[in-house]
């Protein structure tokens, strides 16, 4: 069974760094597309990074210039990287892996528990 679990997230002051680390786990055939999505309560999730399996990369504008996104195929892990945090960074951030479990199973979305970021003012 194909799980996903996020690890990281904390309290942090604005202006601060703070890294986000997801491991997929389970037997998988292919991982395409891996990302971020963050949600804060009322919104849906949004977008923050994405990282194709031949490493193109693609940001939300909020993110653009302070966020970094990077994946690891051989220990099935992506990571997020926050540099110079701000207050509206703040919400619960979850790990999204569009992925194959097997070579007969369609590609599928998988999602992550979510790990909170808060960000002080």
């Known amino acids: 069974q194909v799980q996903l679990v996020e690890s990281g997230g904390g309290l942090v002051q604005a202006g601060g760094s703070l890294g986000l680390s997801c491991a997929v786990s389970?037997?998988?055939?292919?991982?395409?597309?891996m990302a971020w999505y963050r949600q804060t309560p009322g919104n849906q999730r949004e977008l923050v990074a994405s990282?194709?399996?031949?490493?193109?990369?693609k940001y939300a504008d909020s993110a653009k210039g302070r966020f970094t996104i990077s994946r690891d195929d051989a220990k099935k892990m992506v990571y997020l990287q926050m540099e110079s945090l701000k207050p509206e960074d703040t919400g619960a951030y979850y790990c999204?892996?569009?992925?194959?479990?097997?070579?007969?199973?369609?590609?599928?979305?998988?999602w992550g528990q979510g790990t909170q970021v808060t960000v002080s003012s």
């Open positions: 990282i194709t399996n031949s490493g193109s990369t």
């Open positions: 389970g037997r998988i055939f292919r991982i395409d597309i």
């Open positions: 999204n892996s569009n992925l194959q479990a097997r070579l007969w199973s369609t590609v599928s979305d998988y």
